[in-house]
Each structure stands twice: as structure tokens, then as C-alpha cells.
């Protein structure tokens, strides 16, 4: 693999790129003969606000194999220091907090290609740590005392995980129906109270309240505005009018030009496509 | 005086053909001369059509709404009222363009003509010799004539012409592209011939003396490129007694009082076609010149015949024949002389298809004098009769009451859907060639055609032998079809037979003998309600017809006790599988043709099932059946289930192969549990890491729509979870109460049953709704599409439909099932299954069923296939949507909205366009491929696959290998990726299924129909392989497998693959970094990936093979 020499006077021992990524080699095995090469940083956004990723002990990495899983991750941040925990994505980004809290039953599977990734230490120094390791010496993904399952090996593992015994899943569905219902409840406690007025007095209506109550929507907009446009066209009188049998006519025979021009216009593309050789 | 024809296809004799110019093959035209044509202008034209389509353009407002001229309502109006689209009417005349002779072009050919009559105006004078003596020929020229016996007396010299003129359809105008042929008469100077020539066949030979004369002299004319002999419709003249002179009032003397022999119809015939030419053209022109569309009409109707293959060879219905027709049609004042060509030829067509010309004959004669023969005779000796406008010429000799039975066939359909405006219905008339092998639903062909001499022997034939000059394949055919005809009775709709061609061969060797021909083609439209029916009932025992059944079938024939009590004559054929079944006909066919022609079984090759062995059908409808019957029983058992909290409003299929349609349909396997693992806590087996991938069980989906109910939340991840619940419930249901093991998950519940797996999927119909519901800025309630929803609904909503529809079309053409699985084991194996999916080459092949146009639906897998072929090569993706008429659910108004829809919005739709009548506008089955390039190469593999297989179907020297069709090029592509066998669990299915098999954890016996642990299912390393690579590289290249036991995966780079990128965090998967300056640009990290794709699939991943020819880092 070529590189390019780097402009930073510590290039001997990491190597930083334009944009503020230090390249991380990285190997499957020790007897693999190509690398790929891991591009970390720290992670710096201003917008986040999730406590997940803490700014000054979060790594970010990017172009993680497809054969390395979280706590391979893990396992191999580890020479830097004490890691925390590990978050792989499809893209970098936020996470949506309501999947967070989901069974593992319900998450959103995860992709199989190539991903980046969120390294929370226990400490900034880890970070620190991963930034200066030396460019010439690759991170080994599969060893002999952590040997990494790819393959048949991982899809069985795979297949066998997809097993689910009913009972925990009935479990699963259970605990978040309890929550979604108290949820529910909670939010038709709050209508009612907002529909008491101040002496107590409930404005009763028609339908039922809570989950039902919900905001007008476009589509009825829409349906309102076509019924009266159909409304109006019934009532109209049609070659009733001299003027309007002319009309009639007169909209009769430029349909006709209309539909000839444009068969005329089909026939000279058919034509310009050479499509009347029979044979 | 005598006279002697010398000409081209549109008469008769042997003639000779020049090409000036052999190299430019611009288009084929057995001509005169070919004419070097403008091929360079056409090439380039169609670059430019390519690129810039011009769009409609809208007429102004003013240009809409001017007061209309007298002249344009007549015009607006006849286009109105005369056609039901005046599309239809411009299309002709675009046709008639491109068919009719350009004017430079007549001119060359004119110019040509007069150079020909002034060469042969100046033939040299030779001495007189004997007949047998041809020393005075040159060495390069031989004689067009079999000369047997050899001695002939009589006197032969060369000398001048008497005259030279044209005849046929050049003068007349009639004559059309690409056979563009002029035929030239040459009269014999009087001194040459004697008044006894015409017996013993001595006319004939000093006919082929002269010819040999006239070439050997035209070839010394360096104007003259190749000469070429023919001889129209396959005669060939043998001596033979008569007494016929070929002086016209002579011949009523002999067609009357001909005591000396057998009456010799089809000899006389063809030495009075001599002599008519020019009576011919007369009668032509006159016609021609009080109508003026007469010309036109003739083309037309040419065309026309010419796309179904009637228009030449021996006993054709020729051009010349089909200007006869129309001329009959306008001098008997069944049509008029100021009708336009299309509706001169709407009428012949009508005509055709209403008169049975073998029962009611028609003359063109108007007096005949009262010695020409009657219509009544003439039935008598020819089977289809049409009298020229002397009495007595029959036109229609030498052809057989099939092919007239099928012109009329061809055109009784092209009325019916001539007026259909849900039909294109110029594409189907005029456009869409109909090849005998594409047509028919069987084709058989005879080769070996001497043994037709042995036929005619054991047909006591040896008269009408006699009569036909010796040609006893010309002899033997009509015989040969009749009694096939009889024979397969209701079983077939129609006998149709090739025509042999018009031989034409160079004038410096011999003429072909009549074994040398082409072998006969023979094409069968099956009828599907009889046609595999094993048992042909005949009369009862003791009535007068069954010694003619005994005759009939021979030993074959066998008294049989029926339940209904009668006994009766009877044949039972062989065959318990529905593909063998479909074979009856061919049993038939050997069996009648030994018995009754001696004409031995290895003479007769059936071309009717030929890819039976391609999807090993062998098995395949039975399984497809036993799949069906399963799940129905499983519904049934759905329905009652008791104790549900929501009840089930329907249960749907959603699979192939509960259609009929799987390429391989599942078949139940009693499982060796000792040869997996197992899985304590769920009693489920698990693959077993050493040993070879277990038996491939797919689940096959089944969609269950509960009842809408207050109870269902209306949040997206609750009604997931509700579902969930659901198939919890389902599985623990369907276990207690009927005893099937389940397996559940969140998004389905598996069922073993029967030894197969159906997949139930829980729907809620309010649930895509749900999921488009999002809440706008203003608070009101949005609906927004998107993917997610879309997906579902596919799966919930359209797929089950479409099984439904397409289960429902299999029991109206049982061979729609089989068809489909032909088609999608090819796409599959040339590696096009990931582009078009199955449920849109399903859609496909459904359209050649419901809109066969200009065909009948298929009733045969092979013919099925074959079209399926030519539809993907042929169809003008680019300009037409394709409509899926299922039902008959679209109307004609329905097809303008769709094909209006189409046009204005071509761009953004899918490059293949499939509409349906729940699916007018966005073609959901081909949204997610073929891509334009992929279509494109589609389109190419179809038309060379097409093209392959017909040739080898119809060429009995061929090696019958039908797979070569089904083996890809591999030499394209960038990388092979090669599985080890072992892993593919599909092995068995392979094109070529290799010697080594894997015990995949099978015994033999019947797999449980309840209990039993849970099997493997839907464990398939191939296909999860494909996908991590898709999923980790789908952005850098293409990767293609045949998903029925391929061993490769193919890999293309995608063409910007290897550019290089400026670095972006969102794209940097798999690449890497090169830093120039203060800038870094990213590249694929092509070793890293190579070694991946080994990593990925460690085990399964034999050899990565990366083809550096192809391509350069």
C-alpha cells in the first residue's frame, strides 16, 4: 500500500490528514497481506446533546470492516485505554433515542457493510492515545486468543441466534405495551383536565375522546374542497345556450386537430426511429 | 409458336438470378440486381433517432380553434369514421413507404432490364446437335435439369429469342421490398422447338437447354455479377407421357379425353403456368388501372404474408395469388374501386377468412367456353381451387388444404383483433414476424426424405407421383397430413406444414435432387382441453365405424370396458407426469406415420418438450400441485382456529410457488437429525459447522389479515408489538391445536407442515396508512409516502394479490405455470434474476397469455418460452408501456390514460413499464431494476439466446443442447468469485449439475406432516453472502449469481468505481486516503477488498479470481 509522506513534522510515528483524521492501519489476521486503514478523530460536534457520546472522551472512527462487531471494536480500543462503550452506525449522526429503549427483538437490524463508529473511554487520554499510535503498526482483528467468526461459522451463529423462545418475546411485548398503555392514559388524563374549565365544567361532545381526537388532517381538506366542485357542476345546464352548443362544437373539432396532430407527432418519432421496416 | 418462361418467384421454371454486387448486403433482395444500397445513410440515421427523440409538440390555442375548411372536416371525419384510430391508416402509409420501390431504385433496375434484353437479344447461333449431346456448354455452366432417364431423341440449337418481355409484378407495380424480383418471359424461337416436343418431356428439356444457353452467354457479360438458378414452387419435370400441347386450345382436349394415362393435373398446370404469364399481367393491369389503391393493397396484403411465412416456397399462397384475390374481389364487385388499400385489404382478409376455397372454389373467369373444366372438377383433382381468368389455370394447384386453412386461421385472427384498440393493432398485423417455430405450440420436422419414396409406395401414390414429375416429398405431403389429421382429431386446432422452398442454385453446379431438401416442418396448435388426454375413445364395439378405427390406429387399438358400461373401441397412450402427458401427440404422430407411411420414428424429430429437462418438470407440476393442496389445508385450518382475540379476515398466498411459478417448486424431505445440531431450548436443528449445508427449505409467505378493531393502537411500534403478540399466539394456537411445530419471530411465525415451511405474516390493513402519517408545522394531519410503507404494502397488499390473479390465470392455460419457470430459470442462470425479480418476470409472461396478439395464447411451455424470449428482445421498452391486462379489468379508455400517463412522465418511470389494472401508473413490480445498461444487455442475451435456440431447433443436424442457451459469458466481467460446492445448497439445480453430490441431511421416506423437530429454514450461505457483499460494496461494484446452484458470483466494477473523491466522513467505506498538498482524496482500497471478499465468505469462498485483462487499478 502506498503513502503519501505526510506534512506534519511527527509523521514518524502518526499520520494525520487534511480534514484532522489520523489514519489507523488496520489487518485481519496477522498472516493477511492487504490493510485497511481507519480514520479516527475526536468526536466534536456542537449540536450534541445525547450524554451517550461525551465530547472530550469520544473517538470517532470511520471505514470499520463489516467482519468487526462492537465488542471486537471494543477489544481492540482497549491498548488505548479503558473503553466504555462502543456504538456502530450506517452513517455518521444522532441516534434516534427511541430505539435505544426498544427489546433487542424490535431494534432496526443492523447493516452488514462497512461502518463508523462512536469509542467512548473512560478517560480523554484514550482518545489521546489512539491519535498518536504509529502508522506502521496495523491493528490485528482476528488473533489466535480472539479468534473472530466470519463466514459459515458467523452465519450458523447467526441463524442459531435468530431462534426466539416465545415466552421471552411474549415478555418483551408486554413490558412495552404496559408502558404504551400507561402512556396513552397519561395522555388522556391530560385532555381531560385541559378540557375542564376553570369551574370544573366539561365541555361534552360528540365522539370519543383521547386517542381519537386528532388533528384535522389535509386529506379531509381536500375531500371538503372537491365536493363542493362537484356540487356546482351538477347544477349546471349543458347545451342549453345556443353559445353553448357552439361550444360544444367548437371543442369537438379541436379535440379532433388535437388528436391528429398528435398522432402525427408519434407516427414522425416512430419515424425518426426507423420503426416501419417490417422484415 | 411456343413460348418459354424464364423468371423469378412470381411464375414458374427455372430461372436465373444475378447480384451485381454481392457485398453490399444492405437488405437481402434475391434480385435482378442488387442495387448497391444507402446503408451508410441508414446507420447514421439511427444514431441520431438514438440520441433525440423529438417530443410532441402541443398545438397553440389559435391554430386549435381557426374555423375548419370543407376539405379538413372531410379529412378529420374519414379519419374518424373510417378507422378507429387514424394511427392505424398513417402507419400503413409509413409501411407502403418503406416496402415500395424508391424511384432512383427503378430507374437502376430499368436500366438494368434494357442492358439483360439487348444481351440476350444477341445470342449467338450454334450448330444443331442431339438433345443428349451438352459439349457445346462450357465447363462452368451446367444444365438446369435432373436428367433421367438419359436418353431423349430430338434436335436442340441455340438461336436469338423470339421475344423478349416483362411479366409479373414489376410491371404492374405491384412488386415490393426486400424480394424484389423481376420476372423477365423469354419465348423460344419457333425454329428450336418441333410440334411433338411435348411428349416425353422434351419441351421441358430443350427449356433447360436454352436456359444453360442463355447463361452461358450471359456470363460472358461482364455487367452481370452471379448467376443463379431456381425453379419456382419445387418442380421439377420428369418424362412423362400427355399428349399436351402448348398451344392453349389444346388443352381441354387432354384435361378431358386423356386416354392414353392417369389424368396428369399438376403437370398440366405447370406447363400452362408457361404459358399465361403474359394473359396474367394483361388481366393485372387492367384491374389495376380502374382502382387505384390496387397496387397498395397488393403490398399490404404481401406483407401480410409475408410475416406469416405463406408467401413462398412450393404450393404457397404467393403474392401473385394474393393479387389474383383482390382482383377477383374488385371484378365481382365485392369490394369497390374507390376503396382505400387498408380497407381493400381489411375485405381480402374477410374474404379469407370466411370462404373455404377446398370446399366452394372461385374463378376469375367470366365466359368460359364450354369446354373448360368446371369448378366441379377441378375439386375433384386439387384441394384448393382458384381459376384464372381462362378457364383453366387453377392458381391454388400445388397447394395443400392446410396451408389454406391456415391463411384463413391467420386471418380470421387478425380480424378479430383488428378492431381491439386495446391491441397495436399494425404491430400485430403488419410488423410482428410469425416464424412456424415461434407459432406452434409443437413442431415436428421430417428429415430423411427419401424415406417419403417408400411412402408413396405403401400409399399406392404412384399416379399422383407420376403427375408431380417424381417429386415425392411434393407426392407423399398431402397424403401425410391428412392422415395426421385424422389422427389427432380434437387434439390440435391446426396442421400447419412449412413450404418447401423455391430451390435456387448456381449455375455452374447441378441441380438439387428431392432428398437434398430441407427437411419438412410440421407445426401443431394444440387445443389444451384434449391434447394430453392418454385415452382416445372410439365407437363401440358393434358398430360399422369401428373397423375403420382398427384400420386407423392398427394394433393400437383395443376394446375397452368403460364405468359407464359401454364397450367400445379404444387407444391408450402412455404417460403419467403432466410433461409426458403433453407429449401424446407425438406418440400419435410416430405411431401413424410407421404404421401408415413406413416412414420409421427416428425420421420424425418433435420439438415439443425439449426443455422439460432444463427445470426437470419431471417433477415439477406434481410438486407445485402437492404445495397447493398444503396450503390450502393450512388456510382452512387458519380460518377455524378458535380462541384468537381478533378474528382473521383473510388468508392469502404470497409466494411463487404457491402460483404454480417456482422455478423449483419445494419438495418435503424426511430429515436426518443426526446430521445437525440442535438447539435444546427451541427443539429446532441448527447447521452443523463441518458438515455440508443442509437441505434448503424455503419459507413460503402467507399473509393474514386480522379484523380492523378499536383495539389496534395507532402507533407505528405498538402495532409491531401487537403483532408480535399475534404470532405468538398463531404459533402456540396452531401447536396445541393441530400438532405443527412453529417457530416465531417479531415479524412472522413459521409452520412445518407437510414437510414444508409457510411463513404467516400478520397484517393490519390500517398499518401503511399509519406509517405515512406524520404531523406538519401547521398541526394539520399530513399523509406523506415513503418507502417503508410502500414496502408494505407490497407485501401485504400487492404480492398476495398478484399470487391470487396468476393462480387464477394457471387453470385457465395450464401451461402458463410451466412457462413462467422456463423463463425465470433462464433470467436466473443468465444471472438476471436480481434485476428482474420474479414477481415482474411472472407479469411478463402473463402478458403473452392474455394479449397473444398476432399468436394464440401458448399452449406449450417451449412455444411459451420462445416468445417469452422474443417479447424481452423485440419490445420497444422506450416508447410503450407493457399492459397487463388481467381479467380484462382494463377498458380502451384505460389504455389511452395509461399510455398518456406513460408519455408525459417517461423519464422518471421505470426503463421497463409494466402496468396493470391496480397498477396504471407507477409499475411497482420494476421499480427496483433493470437498470437502462442491464436492460440493454438483457435485450441483447434474449435475442442471441432466441436466436441460438430456433436455429437449433430447427436444424436437425444440430445437437439438440438446449442448455447452451442457459450458459452466460463470464468472460466480461471484473472478478469471479468461486464457491466451494459444498456450501451451495442448491447444487442440484444447476445448469450443469456436477458429478460430486453432498448428503445434505436427507433420508428417503416421507417428511412428517405435524411434529417433528423444527428444520433449517431459509439457510442459504450463498444468499447471505451476496447480501453482506451487496450491503459492504454495493457502492463500488455489481455482483451476479444464478441463485439455482450457481458456483460463481460474478463481479463488474461499476464504472466510477476507481475515481478519485475528495474526502467526505459519509464516503469513505472501504477506500483509501492519498494526501497531495493540503488536500486528501480517497480511492477503493481494491487488495483490501479482494481479500474481503475471501474473509466475508470464509469456507464458502474458494478461489477469488481477479481478471486483471479486463481491467486496470
Known amino acids: 500500500m502506498k503513502m503519501a509522506p505526510s506534512a506534519k513534522k511527527h509523521a514518524e510515528q502518526s499520520w494525520v490528514i487534511p480534514g484532522g483524521f489520523t489514519v489507523l492501519p488496520l489487518k485481519y489476521s496477522s498472516d493477511s497481506v492487504s490493510q485497511h486503514s481507519l480514520y479516527v478523530k475526536e468526536h466534536r460536534v456542537r449540536a450534541e446533546k445525547t450524554t451517550s457520546r461525551p465530547l472530550d472522551r469520544t473517538l470517532f472512527v470511520l471505514n470499520i470492516p463489516p467482519y468487526c462487531s462492537e465488542e471486537i471494536i471494543k477489544d481492540l480500543f482497549s491498548t488505548f485505554g479503558k473503553v466504555q462503550s462502543v456504538e456502530l452506525r450506517e452513517k455518521p449522526g444522532t441516534t434516534e433515542s427511541s430505539d435505544l429503549k426498544l427489546s433487542k427483538y424490535f431494534r432496526p437490524a443492523l447493516t452488514k457493510g462497512f461502518s463508523v463508529g462512536y469509542v467512548v473511554f473512560t478517560s480523554p487520554s484514550g482518545v489521546k492515545a489512539a491519535k498518536s499510535h504509529p502508522r506502521d503498526i496495523p491493528l490485528i482483528v482476528s488473533t489466535e486468543n480472539h479468534p473472530v467468526k466470519v463466514g459459515i461459522q458467523k452465519w450458523i451463529q447467526q441463524y442459531r441466534q435468530s431462534l426466539i423462545n416465545p415466552e421471552k418475546l411474549q415478555a418483551a411485548v408486554d413490558t412495552f405495551m404496559q408502558g404504551y398503555d400507561q402512556k396513552k392514559e397519561e395522555e388522556s388524563e391530560r385532555q381531560k383536565e385541559a378540557e375542564e374549565d376553570d369551574e370544573g365544567w366539561v365541555k361534552v361532545t360528540r365522539g370519543v375522546r383521547g386517542s381519537k381526537a386528532r388533528p384535522h388532517s389535509e386529506m379531509a381538506n381536500q375531500r371538503a374542497l372537491q365536493k363542493e366542485d362537484k356540487k356546482r357542476k351538477r347544477k349546471e345546464l349543458l347545451n342549453f345556450y345556443t353559445w353553448q352548443h357552439r361550444q360544444t362544437q367548437r371543442e369537438h373539432i379541436a379535440e379532433l386537430r388535437r388528436k391528429f396532430e398528435e398522432d402525427k407527432q408519434r407516427i414522425a418519432v416512430l419515424r425518426a426511429q426507423r420503426k416501419f421496416r417490417p422484415y | ?1113
Open chain 2, 1 to 1113: 409458336m411456343k413460348r418459354k418462361a424464364k423468371k423469378l418467384p412470381a411464375s414458374k421454371s427455372a430461372e436465373e438470378v444475378e447480384n451485381s454486387d454481392p457485398s453490399s448486403h444492405g437488405e437481402e433482395e434475391e434480385d435482378e440486381e442488387e442495387l448497391p444500397t444507402p446503408s451508410k445513410a441508414t446507420k447514421t440515421e439511427d444514431h441520431a433517432s438514438e440520441e433525440s427523440v423529438p417530443r410532441p409538440q402541443k398545438l397553440s390555442k389559435g391554430e386549435l380553434y381557426k374555423p375548419p375548411t370543407a376539405e379538413e372536416l372531410h379529412q378529420l371525419k374519414e379519419a374518424e369514421s373510417l378507422f378507429h384510430c387514424n394511427l392505424l391508416k398513417m402507419q400503413m402509409e409509413e409501411l407502403l413507404k418503406e416496402v415500395v420501390l424508391s424511384e432512383r431504385r427503378k430507374r437502376l433496375v430499368d436500366s438494368f432490364i434494357m442492358k439483360i434484353k439487348a444481351l440476350l437479344q444477341n445470342v449467338p447461333q450454334t450448330r444443331e446437335v442431339e438433345l443428349n449431346d451438352h459439349s457445346w456448354i462450357s465447363e462452368g455452366v451446367k444444365v438446369p435439369f435432373l436428367w433421367v432417364p438419359k436418353t431423349t431423341k430430338g434436335k436442340f440449337h441455340m438461336a436469338p429469342p423470339a421475344s423478349v418481355s416483362l411479366v409479373g409484378s414489376y410491371p404492374l407495380g405491384t412488386c415490393t421490398k426486400p424480394s424484389v424480383s423481376v420476372d423477365l418471359s423469354v419465348i423460344m424461337p419457333p425454329a428450336v422447338l418441333h410440334p411433338k416436343d411435348v411428349l416425353n418431356q422434351r419441351y421441358p428439356r430443350k427449356r433447360a437447354l436454352y436456359l444453360a444457353g442463355l447463361a452461358q452467354h450471359l456470363r460472358s457479360s461482364p455487367e452481370i455479377g452471379t448467376l443463379r438458378y431456381s425453379c419456382l414452387h419445387g418442380n421439377h419435370l420428369l418424362p412423362e407421357l400427355t399428349l399436351f400441347h402448348p398451344k392453349r386450345n389444346n388443352v381441354r382436349t387432354h384435361w378431358y379425353t386423356d386416354a392414353v394415362g392417369p389424368p396428369t393435373p399438376h403437370y398440366n398446370s405447370s406447363l400452362l403456368g408457361d404459358v399465361l404469364p403474359k394473359a396474367h399481367l394483361q388481366f393485372l393491369s387492367a384491374i389495376s388501372a380502374q382502382c387505384s389503391a390496387f397496387g397498395e393493397a397488393v403490398a399490404l396484403l404481401k406483407v401480410w404474408l409475408r410475416q406469416r411465412q405463406l408467401d413462398r416456397g412450393a404450393g404457397c399462397f404467393s403474392g401473385f395469388v394474393g393479387s389474383m384475390l383482390v382482383a377477383y374481389l374488385l371484378s365481382s364487385h365485392r369490394v369497390s374501386n374507390s376503396m382505400t388499400a387498408y380497407q381493400l385489404l381489411r375485405n381480402s382478409l374477410h374474404f379469407l377468412a370466411s370462404t373455404d376455397l377446398t370446399k366452394n372454389g372461385i374463378t376469375l373467369a367470366k365466359n368460359p367456353d364450354s369446354k373448360a373444366p368446371t369448378l366441379h372438377e377441378f375439386h375433384s383433382t386439387f384441394q384448393v381451387v382458384f381459376v384464372d381468368p381462362s378457364g383453366y389455370l387453377n392458381l391454388c394447384a400445388d397447394m395443400t388444404a392446410n396451408t389454406y386453412k391456415q391463411v384463413q386461421n391467420e386471418a380470421s385472427l387478425s380480424l378479430q383483433f383488428w378492431d381491439d384498440p386495446t391491441v397495436d393493432g399494425f404491430q400485430a398485423l403488419l410488423m410482428t414476424p410469425k416464424p412456424l417455430i415461434r407459432t406452434c405450440d409443437h413442431v415436428f420436422q421430417l428429415h430423411g426424405l427419401v424415406k417419403l419414396q417408400a411412402s408413396c409406395k405403401k400409399l399406392n401414390l404412384l399416379g399422383e407421383l407420376m403427375d408431380h414429375g417424381g417429386d415425392y416429398v411434393l407426392t407423399a405431403l398431402p397424403f401425410i397430413l391428412s392422415l395426421l389429421q385424422l389422427g389427432l382429431g380434437k387434439r390440435i386446432h391446426l396442421l400447419t406444414h412449412s413450404l418447401t422452398a423455391d430451390p435456387e442454385w448456381s449455375v455452374d453446379s447441378e441441380p438439387p435432387k428431392h432428398k437434398d431438401q430441407t427437411p419438412l416442418s410440421f407445426g401443431l396448435l394444440l387445443n389444451p382441453e384434449h391434447s394430453s388426454s392418454v385415452l382416445e375413445r372410439g365407437p363401440p364395439a358393434d358398430s360399422p365405424e369401428a373397423a375403420e378405427f382398427r384400420q386407423l390406429w392398427g394394433p393400437r387399438a383395443e376394446l375397452r370396458r368403460f364405468q359407464d358400461g359401454a364397450i367400445t373401441e379404444a387407444v391408450l397412450w402412455g404417460g403419467s407426469s403432466a410433461c409426458q402427458k403433453r407429449l401424446v401427440p407425438r406418440e400419435i404422430i410416430t405411431h401413424l406415420l410407421q404404421l401408415h407411411a413406413d416412414i420409421p420414428e427416428s425420421c420424425v424429430r418433435y420439438v415439443g418438450g425439449l426443455f422439460d429437462d432444463v427445470i426437470k418438470i419431471g417433477t415439477g407440476e406434481e410438486e407445485s400441485l402437492k404445495v397447493v393442496q398444503s396450503f390450502d389445508d393450512l388456510s382452512r385450518k387458519l380460518w377455524q382456529l378458535e380462541d384468537l382475540p381478533l378474528s382473521i379476515t383473510s388468508v392469502q398466498a404470497a409466494h411463487p410457488a404457491l402460483r404454480y411459478t417456482q422455478v423449483f417448486p419445494p419438495v418435503p424431505q424426511k430429515l436426518d437429525y443426526s446430521f445437525f445440531e440442535q438447539d435444546k431450548q427451541s427443539r429446532a436443528l441448527v447447521p452443523h459447522k463441518d458438515k455440508p449445508c443442509p437441505v434448503f427449505i424455503p419459507p413460503l409467505q402467507v399473509i393474514c389479515h386480522m379484523e380492523g378493531s378499536g383495539k389496534w393502537p395507532h402507533e407505528r411500534l405498538a402495532i409491531r408489538h401487537v403483532k408480535a403478540a399475534f404470532h405468538i399466539r398463531l404459533g402456540e394456537l396452531l401447536r396445541k391445536q393441530h400438532m405443527y411445530t412453529c417457530s416465531t419471530t417479531p415479524t412472522h411465525v413459521d409452520v412445518y407442515k407437510d414437510g414444508l415451511i409457510f411463513r404467516i405474516q400478520v397484517a393490519y390493513h390500517r398499518e401503511p396508512q399509519v406509517l405515512r402519517e406524520s404531523i406538519g408545522p401547521d398541526g394539520l394531519l399530513r399523509y406523506r409516502d415513503n418507502e417503508e410503507a410502500q414496502a408494505l404494502e407490497m407485501e401485504t397488499l400487492h404480492r398476495p394479490y398478484l399470487t391470487s390473479t396468476l393462480h387464477g390465470l394457471q387453470q385457465q392455460h395450464p401451461s402458463f405455470g410451466v412457462t413462467c419457470r422456463l423463463a425465470k430459470r433462464w433470467l436466473a442462470a443468465q444471472l438476471f434474476s436480481d434485476e428482474v425479480d420474479e414477481d415482474a418476470a411472472d407479469l411478463l409472461v402473463a402478458s403473452l397469455f392474455l394479449q397473444p396478439v398476432p399468436f394464440t395464447p401458448p399452449s406449450s411451455p417451449q412455444v411459451g418460452f420462445l416468445r417469452f424470449l422474443h417479447l424481452l428482445s423485440s419490445f420497444d421498452w422506450k416508447n410503450c408501456p407493457l399492459v397487463v391486462n388481467f381479467n380484462s379489468q382494463l377498458t380502451a379508455s384505460d389504455y389511452v390514460e395509461i399510455k398518456n400517463n406513460f408519455i408525459a412522465s417517461r423519464e422518471s418511470l421505470p426503463v421497463m413499464f409494466i402496468a396493470t389494472p391496480k397498477d396504471k401508473k407507477v409499475s411497482i413490480w420494476t421499480k427496483q431494476g433493470p437498470s437502462v445498461q442491464m436492460l440493454q444487455r438483457l435485450i441483447v442475451v434474449a435475442s442471441e439466446s432466441l436466436r441460438v435456440l430456433e436455429a437449433q431447433l430447427l436444424d436437425p443436424s444440430q445437437n439438440q443442447d438446449v442448455r447452451v442457451a442457459l450458459r452466460p459469458p463470464l468472460d466480461m466481467y471484473d472478478v469471479l468469485i468461486h464457491l466451494n460446492p459444498k456450501y451451495v445448497p442448491l447444487l442440484d439445480q444447476a445448469v450443469d449439475p456436477p458429478h460430486i453430490t453432498f448428503s445434505r441431511g436427507t433420508v428417503p421416506g416421507s417428511a412428517p406432516s405435524t411434529r417433528g423437530l423444527l428444520p433449517v429454514i431459509d439457510f442459504n450461505p450463498v444468499s447471505l453472502y451476496l447480501a453482506e457483499l451487496r450491503d459492504a460494496f454495493g457502492h463500488l461494484a455489481l455482483f451476479f449469481c444464478d441463485p439455482y446452484g450457481g458456483t460463481v458470483i460474478a463481479v463488474l466494477w461499476k464504472p466510477q468505481a476507481f475515481k478519485a473523491q475528495p474526502f467526505k466522513t459519509s464516503q469513505m467505506s472501504a477506500r483509501c486516503v492519498e494526501v497531495s498538498g493540503d488536500e486528501a482524496h480517497s480511492l477503493p482500497n481494491v487488495e483490501a477488498i479482494l481479500e474481503d471478499f475471501r474473509i466475508m465468505g470464509d469456507a464458502l469462498v474458494r478461489k477469488v479470481e481477479p481478471r486483471m485483462e479486463n481491467w486496470v487499478v
